[in-house]
């Protein structure tokens, strides 16, 4: 027996055009972000809907922070003031990309439309493999979201339930106090209080960065299936030099259309993207910086583990920019080794078109001017620490 009906389900995650495969993949994703009151995938979402989610959110990041500030005031431990203000730098971005996220929600809906119609029509018109091998990585994507999402949560609450029990009364994190007196009921209601903000942060910042994920794996899979359209067999025994002709010349017919439509995204997705790419690289920037101030004066390893999930969203994004470059390489690659010189004349006129139109760039650039790449995530690593030097030399 099902917990949930299909009505129930399909009421709490909408998403732009009619549902197939791709937002069955996704259910769970966009159900909790519709009860947190941030699925604009949903063309009916609204501001004026949402009120009440967004000022519970407002009141969580207030609370939080008032809470973390009382802490400072009579906090000595170099590390647990690390942690207070990478807590501080963690809730700076958070509005920044969350306003962001919600303000492109309508270029967000294009591509997420086109990403479940025209880029699956592109890999379902290749070959079955390639879809699976999408389907796959989407599932996969889901699994570590919440995976991710739940092994936060649990290593904080974990270690407060084991010293309920013992007798011993700790607040979720060591850097945030509940501003209520540690007797019941008020020390259950800002544990219970302080969850539902890790719970809501670490969610809603994980989910935005899992949309950008999912249109990248699309976009990357629809090119491979693009490419295989100009890897067709050479000319059959059986088959006359015209017939070989139209072969070549349909071929290279879909690989321009194809090409079109993923140029089309690439450009909404680096529009869309410009802005909110830059808030892993200013997170990393404060962060690393911080933490080395912080280690500087004492070594303290378990410090070191919150920089595990701002290099991870910096690493994703600056990975996937360098998998657009690869992809652009690898589509002009197919157009080179594609057999032109026996297509028609005035085929190969537009084939020699073709490679002039490719010369196009293929790549996600930031606001900054950046282009997203490995190169670029080590270029910040280098500013972080240089700033460091700085600073330390300023405080000797």
């Given at each position: ?163 309920y029990v013992q007798g011993t009364r700790v607040t979720l994190s060591k850097s945030t106090t509940t501003l209520m007196p540690m007797t019941s009921p008020y020390y259950e209601l800002g544990l219970a209080i302080h969850t539902v903000f890790l719970f809501e942060m670490a969610f ?193």
């Amino acid at each position: 027996m099902k917990i949930l009906s299909e009505e129930t389900i399909e009421k709490y995650s909408k998403t732009i055009g009619d549902r197939n495969e791709v937002d069955k993949l996704v259910i769970l994703p966009l159900c909790v972000q519709d009860i947190l009151g941030h699925n604009v995938l949903n063309p009916k979402w609204k501001w004026t809907t949402r009120i009440p989610q967004q000022l519970f959110l407002v009141f969580l990041i207030v609370y939080v922070i008032l809470g973390t500030n009382d802490y400072l005031k009579d906090a000595t431990d170099i590390n647990d003031i690390g942690e207070a203000y990478y807590t501080f730098i963690i809730i700076l971005f958070f509005p920044i990309k969350y306003m962001l996220f919600i303000q492109n929600r309508f270029t967000l809906r294009q591509l997420y439309a086109m990403a479940k119609t025209t880029l699956l029509d592109m890999i379902k018109s290749d070959a079955d493999e390639k879809l699976e091998e999408l389907f796959a990585k989407i599932k996969l994507a889901v699994k570590i979201l919440f995976g991710t999402v739940f092994w936060s949560i649990s290593v904080y609450f974990m270690v407060a339930m084991w010293n309920y029990v013992q007798g011993t009364r700790v607040t979720l994190s060591k850097s945030t106090t509940t501003l209520m007196p540690m007797t019941s009921p008020y020390y259950e209601l800002g544990l219970a209080i302080h969850t539902v903000f890790l719970f809501e942060m670490a969610f809603t910042y994980c989910v935005i960065d899992f949309w950008f994920v999912l249109l990248m794996f699309s976009f990357c899979t629809a090119i491979d299936s693009t490419i295989n359209r100009l890897k067709i067999e050479g000319k059959k025994s059986d088959e006359t030099d015209e017939q070989y002709m139209d072969r070549l010349n349909d071929a290279l017919r879909i690989f321009y259309k194809n090409h079109s439509k993923i140029m089309e995204f690439l450009y909404i997705l680096s529009e869309t993207y410009k802005w909110p790419s830059i808030i892993p690289i200013l997170g990393i920037l404060l962060a690393f910086c911080l933490i080395l101030l912080c280690m500087s004066v004492e070594v303290h390893w378990m410090f070191l583990s919150n920089l595990i999930p701002t290099t991870t969203e910096l690493f994703a994004y600056n990975w996937f920019g360098d998998q657009v470059k690869d992809k652009g390489t690898a589509l002009i690659l197919a157009l080179s080794e594609f057999d032109w010189p026996n297509m028609r004349n005035k085929d190969k006129k537009n084939y020699l078109i073709m490679v002039s139109y490719m010369n196009k760039e293929f790549r996600i650039k930031t606001a900054l001017g950046y282009d997203l790449s490995l190169v670029t995530m080590s270029s910040v690593f280098k500013a972080s620490y240089q700033t460091f030097a700085v600073l330390k030399t300023v405080d000797h």
